[in-house]
C-alpha cells in the first residue's frame, strides 16, 4: 500500500531532508521544498510588518497587553474573511474562481436573520444559513460542470443575482438579531481565544485534512493541473467541481453566521469586497491562479497577512482610499510574484 501524496502543489515529491546523500540546504533548494519556502516568506512579512508596527505606533506594539489586544483584534476581524478564502482555495486549486462568495456571505445572513427564521430559534438560523450558501454553491458548479459555462460567467451571475435577492428579502434594511445565542457568538472565548478566531482554526484544520488526506483533496488538485488528464485517470471531473463549488458555498454560509454574531443584524451589504480579499489573500498565499498547486497553511497566511497590514492603516489613522490602493498594489504584486516563479520552475534549474 502506497504512502498518501500530498497534491498540494501537484509536484513529485523528491527526496526529504533525511534521504542519504541529501543536505537539508540541497533539500531546501529543491523544487519539493517550495511551499516551505513560500509559507516561511509569509512569516517573514508577518515579523516585518510588526517592525513597521512598532516603528509607527511604539505605544501599540511595544506594549505586552495592547499588543495582544491588537493581534485579537486582527485574529477577529481575519476569521470570517479567512473561512471564506478557505473556501476558495480549493476553487482556485481546482482550476476554477468564485466571484460570488461576498453576495452568498450577505443572502445567507438575510435569510438566516428573517423574523420567521428567527423565531426557530439560533439551530434552525445556522442550519438556514448553511444550506443557502451551500445550495447557491451547488447552482453554481452545476452550471460550470454541467452547463459548461465558464466560472467566471457563472460565479458574476450569482453574484449579482444573489445581492439581488438578498436585498429583495431584506427590502434593503437591516435585519437586527433578537436570538442571543446567535450574538453570543461574537462575544465568547474559548481559552482565552475569541470563538470567531476558534472557529476559523477548526475550519482551517478541517480543510488541510480534507486538501491532503482524502482523495476529494487529490482530486480537486489533479483537475486543477490538468482535467483532461484527470477525466482520463477515471476522475468524475463533473461531479467534483460540483463539490468543490458546493463546498465554498458552505463556508459562505458559516462566514455569515459569523458576520451576523459580529453586527447583530442580518444584511444586504454584508460580504462587500469579500470575493476581492479572499482571492487576494489565497494569491498571497501562494495558490496558482491556473490551478492545481496550493495550500491551506498559505491561504491562512495570506489572510493574516492581508488583514494585518489593514490593521496597520487603521492604527495609523490613513484614509480608506489608501487602504483599497494599497491591496490592489498587493494584488498585482503577489501576482507577478507567482508569475516569475512559474517561469523560474518551467526553466528549471540552470
Excluded at 517592525?51 to 485579537?72: M, T
Excluded at 465558464?150 to 438579531?177: C, D, N, W
Aim: net charge positive; aromatic share 6%.
Amino acid at each position: 500500500m502506497t504512502e498518501p501524496v500530498d497534491v498540494a502543489d501537484h509536484r513529485p515529491a523528491g527526496p526529504g531532508p533525511a534521504d542519504r546523500g541529501w543536505s537539508f540546504s540541497q533539500w531546501f533548494r529543491a523544487d519539493a521544498s517550495e511551499p516551505v519556502r513560500r509559507n516561511l516568506g509569509l512569516v517573514i512579512v508577518l515579523i516585518v510588518l510588526y517592525a513597521i508596527g512598532a516603528w509607527s505606533r511604539p505605544d501599540i506594539f511595544l506594549h505586552a497587553d495592547r499588543l495582544w489586544s491588537n493581534e485579537l483584534t486582527v485574529l477577529t476581524l481575519a476569521s470570517s474573511i479567512g473561512v471564506v478564502a478557505i473556501g476558495m482555495t480549493f476553487v482556485i486549486i481546482s482550476g476554477g474562481i468564485d466571484l460570488s462568495v461576498g453576495a452568498l456571505l450577505a443572502l445567507a445572513s438575510v435569510w438566516s436573520t428573517t423574523v420567521a427564521t428567527q423565531s426557530y430559534g439560533a439551530a434552525t438560523m445556522v442550519l438556514a444559513a448553511l444550506l443557502v450558501g451551500t445550495i447557491a454553491g451547488v447552482v453554481n458548479g452545476t452550471l460550470i460542470a454541467y452547463g459548461r459555462m465558464a466560472p467566471f460567467i457563472a460565479t458574476l451571475a450569482m453574484m449579482v443575482a444573489a445581492r439581488g435577492l438578498a436585498q429583495k428579502i431584506s427590502g434593503k434594511t437591516t435585519q437586527v438579531v433578537s436570538v442571543h445565542a446567535i450574538t453570543d457568538i461574537a462575544q465568547r472565548k474559548v481559552l482565552g481565544l475569541p470563538l470567531l478566531v476558534v472557529i476559523f482554526g477548526v475550519v482551517a484544520v478541517l480543510a488541510w485534512v480534507l486538501l491532503n488526506r482524502t482523495t476529494f483533496g487529490r482530486r480537486s488538485a489533479a483537475i486543477g493541473g490538468n482535467g483532461e488528464a484527470a477525466r482520463l485517470a477515471g476522475i468524475n471531473v463533473r461531479r467534483t467541481q460540483v463539490l468543490i463549488y458546493a463546498l465554498s458555498g458552505l463556508c459562505c454560509g458559516i462566514a455569515a453566521i459569523m458576520v451576523t454574531a459580529q453586527a447583530n443584524s442580518g444584511s444586504s451589504d454584508h460580504g462587500n469586497l469579500y470575493e476581492l480579499q479572499a482571492i487576494a489573500a489565497v494569491i498571497i498565499g501562494g495558490t496558482a491562479l491556473a490551478g492545481g498547486r496550493g495550500t491551506i497553511v498559505g491561504s491562512v497566511l495570506g489572510v493574516l497577512v492581508f488583514t494585518q497590514i489593514t490593521n496597520l492603516f487603521i492604527v495609523n489613522n490613513l484614509a480608506i482610499e489608501y487602504q483599497l490602493i494599497a491591496q490592489g498594489v498587493i494584488i498585482v504584486a503577489a501576482v507577478l510574484v507567482q508569475q516569475f516563479r512559474v517561469s523560474s520552475l518551467r526553466r528549471g534549474p540552470a
